[in-house]
């Protein structure tokens, strides 16, 4: 077992002594100017501010810029700022790229294909679209052939003839599919596997899974009535001989002529599948099936009050935490050979019985006055959520399956004992704490019997290899996290992102198979995604600024050439506006040997001069997200919002508190059973940084986020009533066990087994502490964060008599608002209340 280990604050220390020697020696790629679009230019520099290792902004290029920045504006239609092109791959040759750009004005995107020496993309036509949606295809194992499907036909590309073939014209949706051996392609249609003959077009019914249970031969259910009706009724008894007679001949005619098909497997009644995978020659299937249950219960709806026909709607809702939903599924083998199907046990699992909540469950029966006996006793356990948790070797011969604990505790990556019809455990990571639903990435070395992984073992995100007879050996190893990985085509090598020299910078890096010096491939700065190009010749690179949306660069490897722009996307009149550039800090905690980095925005950068010494700490969202990064931010609004603000006086501070994406584990799980705690402790260090650095007046601070944001909002302003003067709380959690299960379980383990973690993270338990003006906004029609937690919090306010406090609805928008007029409206208001309050 490989257990997550403590990062000591000895380790801590180091990392915090070795960044600032990094930082202070290099000039990071930050482009603080907006107007400029290369982006290999450097402008900003490093420095240290009280010893934190620090990114200061270069804001010169506004100097003379008296361009207003208006609410109206920054909260209109997106399209002025850029229509950034998505979902972005290569093109077969490695000499043009495919992306999506939405049209201006309306929600469509269509697609482009861009030359690499073309100044723009060229608008791919409606009839030729098949011939270009292969951004997910299956390559053949010798790369000469493409496999894809297109509105639910398959599709077959020759890539040197650049032809592609139609293999499926029906109204059947076809997925899941691949090349096998001898000249052969598989599909799924339903619970239908079929492999087609490229040779002669014939099509083969692999495999039949039937969700009902397996029929029986006899003559029905055998029960006293029935025993004495066919005694007694001599029909009855002639009908059940004359069926008994006609399935016989049935059986022996399916036994004895090899043209009928007998691929039919049974898995029981309200069953349904959740992965299957074939192996590369057809001989197996591995299946996972679950209860066929539904997602929701009937009281789990959403009204919708602003409808076509004027009537009130029930929108269906997810199920909440506080059901305790429990959720296994069965893995099976299926011989498709000698048509046998094998249940793979779970037992086979190093630790699939351990009782990993006793400590948790003995606390809270010893609150209630009880006491937990700790038994072991069978886990739930499931394939990995959200990836493709089967994984066959390219010769068929080997198969790996990833799994998790529905407890989050536990995850293994197992292979299959063809033989023997088992589960054999390759790695086994504990955590406990959760098991991060990202870094789950893992996979074959085809070459030989090896598997790679990404694992948290060591306190970050790291690539092992694992030999299936042999022991881990890891290729990446420090304090920064491995993501996004790409096995180089001779196996020799993987590429992959990476915030090696600080945590808020990702560049594409590259190593070597048996490990050894990792290889920076770009050093743009900022955040930088990537797609190796099919010869591996380039990398396709979508980079970013704290001040420029995302636009697509072209890298060449082996060479020295900087990055070509391909894209030009930002609008002129976005790059005109003098738009504030944050500094990068490393804020000192009280709480933490690492500091809490922030994106700080200031007029006079950390000069703490200028301004009317007032701040506004904005609180980001999802709990699990990096938002003090040096590339551009989803929330892109906001950056807007607080040029605003900077432009009228304030100073503006965006904290990774902890809990945050990108500092590791221990970092992450930081707020395990008690949300809203070490958060607010870092968003207090944060305010004591802005009166000691930033000038700012200790009483003029205030405070505002949304989603996990605004529950932070709230729990600062319930629990730390004197720090804040005033707070705007967006699309709240107001009570943890009204979210749903994959989030929330994951933090604070289920209510069944844990009350306490659920009554100290959720603020509607400390409403009695608000003492300083809050405004509450909420969409009605959230299908993430209920409407519900809002208006339960507000009677809990009205019971406890609280008046300076204000709500407002909105209700035609979802959890991420879509209209302008919404979110004009929203932030005219949180702006009012600042204005008014600080």
């Known amino acids: ?88 791959y290569w093109g077969d040759d490695s000499d043009q790229v495919l992306y999506l750009q939405k049209r201006e004005g309306n929600p469509v995107r269509d697609l482009y294909v861009h030359g690499l020496q073309d100044e723009q993309g060229e608008l791919v036509n409606l009839a030729q679209l098949h011939q270009y949606a292969d951004r997910n295809a299956v390559v053949s194992p010798d790369g000469s052939k493409e496999l894809y499907t297109f509105e639910d036909n398959v599709f077959l590309k020759d890539l040197k003839k ?85 399935n016989k001949k049935n059986n022996a005619l399916r036994s004895d002529n090899d043209t009928i098909n007998k691929a039919v497997f049974y898995f029981g009644k309200d069953k349904r599948i959740v992965q299957a995978k074939l192996s590369p ?37 997810r199920r909440r935490v506080a059901d305790n939903r429990q959720y296994t599924e069965q893995l099976y083998l299926l011989d498709l050979q000698y048509n046998a199907q094998y249940l793979l046990n779970f037992n086979a699992l190093d630790g699939f019985d351990e009782d990993v909540l006793a400590s948790v469950r003995k606390e809270n029966h010893e609150r209630d006055g009880k006491t937990y006996e700790s038994k072991k006793s069978p886990r739930n356990i499931h394939l990995m959520s959200f990836i493709d948790s089967i994984k066959w070797h390219q010769d068929g011969s080997q198969v790996a399956v990833m799994m998790e604990a529905w407890d989050n505790k536990d995850r293994w990556i197992a292979t299959v004992d063809l033989e023997d019809k088992k589960l054999v455990t390759q790695h086994r990571l504990h955590d406990d704490a959760w098991i991060n639903w990202e870094f789950n990435e893992f996979g074959w070395l085809n070459d030989e019997a090896s598997l790679y992984f990404l694992s948290e073992e060591s306190g970050y995100s790291h690539l092992y290899v694992k030999p299936v007879d042999g022991k881990v050996q890891a290729l990446t190893s420090g304090n920064y996290e491995v993501r996004n990985v790409t096995v180089g085509k001779d196996q020799g090598s993987f590429y992959f992102q990476g915030n090696v020299k600080h945590p808020g910078i990702y560049e594409i890096y590259k190593v070597a198979r048996d490990g050894g010096d990792i290889e920076a491939l770009t050093d743009l700065g900022g955040m930088n995604q990537y797609a190796l190009s099919p010869d591996e010749s380039k990398l396709l690179i979508e980079h970013s600024t704290t001040t420029m949306p995302p636009e697509l660069y072209i890298k060449t490897l082996g060479s020295d050439d900087k990055a070509k722009q391909l894209t030009f996307t930002v609008s002129e009149e976005f790059k005109a506006m003098p738009w504030i550039a944050p500094s990068i800090v490393e804020v000192p905690s009280k709480h933490t040997e690492q500091g809490v980095f922030s994106r700080v925005y200031q007029g006079d950068a950390l000069a703490g001069q200028g301004g009317e010494n007032k701040a506004v700490m904005f609180v980001h969202g999802a709990g699990y997200l990096q938002n003090s990064h040096l590339g551009w931010s989803a929330y892109f609004r906001e950056f807007m919002f607080h040029s605003m603000l900077v432009q009228q006086g304030y100073t503006v501070i965006d904290m990774d508190y902890r809990a945050s994406k990108g500092y590791g584990r221990d970092w992450r799980t930081a707020i395990y059973r008690h949300m809203g705690e070490p958060e607010v402790q870092d968003m207090l260090s944060g305010v004591d940084w802005l009166v000691d650095n930033a000038g700012v007046e200790r009483d003029k601070i205030g405070v505002y986020g949304g989603s996990y944001g605004g529950f932070l909002t709230l729990m600062a302003m319930f629990k730390e009533p004197d720090v804040f003067a005033s707070g705007s709380a967006l699309r709240l959690v107001s009570d943890w066990a009204y979210y749903n299960h994959g989030y929330t379980s994951n933090i604070l383990n289920m209510p069944g087994d844990d009350a306490i973690a659920y009554e100290r993270s959720s603020p509607i338990y400390f409403a009695e502490g608000l003492e300083k003006p809050l405004l509450i906004n909420a969409p009605m029609i959230d299908d993430n964060v209920f409407f519900q937690d809002t208006v339960r919090l507000v009677q809990r306010l009205i019971e406890l008599e609280k008046e300076d406090f204000e709500t407002a609805i909105y209700p035609v928008e979802p959890h991420g608002f879509v209209q302008p007029s919404s979110w004009l409206d929203e932030y005219r208001r949180i702006y009012k209340l600042f204005e008014e309050t600080l």
């Not at 982006?39 to 810029?65: E, K, L, R």
């Open 1 to 88: 077992m490989t257990k997550v280990n403590r990062l000591s604050a000895t380790s801590l220390s180091a990392r915090a002594a070795v960044r600032a020697a990094l930082v202070a020696s290099m000039v990071i790629g930050l482009q603080a100017c907006a107007t400029s679009s290369d982006a290999n230019t450097d402008s900003a520099q490093a420095t240290n501010v009280d010893a934190t290792p620090t990114i200061v902004a270069d804001n010169s290029a506004n100097t003379g810029n008296d361009a207003v920045i208006t609410m109206e504006k920054i909260m209109s239609d997106p399209d002025w700022i850029a229509r950034t092109p998505s979902n972005w």
């Open 281 to 317: 020659d057809a001989r197996y299937l591995v299946v996972s099936t679950s209860k066929n249950e539904s997602w929701r219960n009937d009281s789990d709806i959403m009204p919708n009050y602003i409808t076509d026909d004027g009537n009130i709607a029930s929108v269906p809702a």
């Open 162 to 246: 650049q032809q592609v073939r139609q293999l499926t014209f029906t109204t059947a949706a076809e997925s899941s599919v691949q090349f096998l051996t001898n000249d052969r392609i598989a599909y799924r249609q339903g619970n239908s596997f079929y492999a087609l003959d490229l040779a002669n077009f014939q099509v083969v019914e692999l495999a039949n899974l039937q969700m009902t249970d397996t029929p029986k031969s006899g003559n029905g259910a055998s029960n006293y009535l029935a025993d004495e009706q066919s005694k007694l009724i001599e029909y009855v008894a002639l009908q059940q001989r004359n069926k008994a007679l006609q």
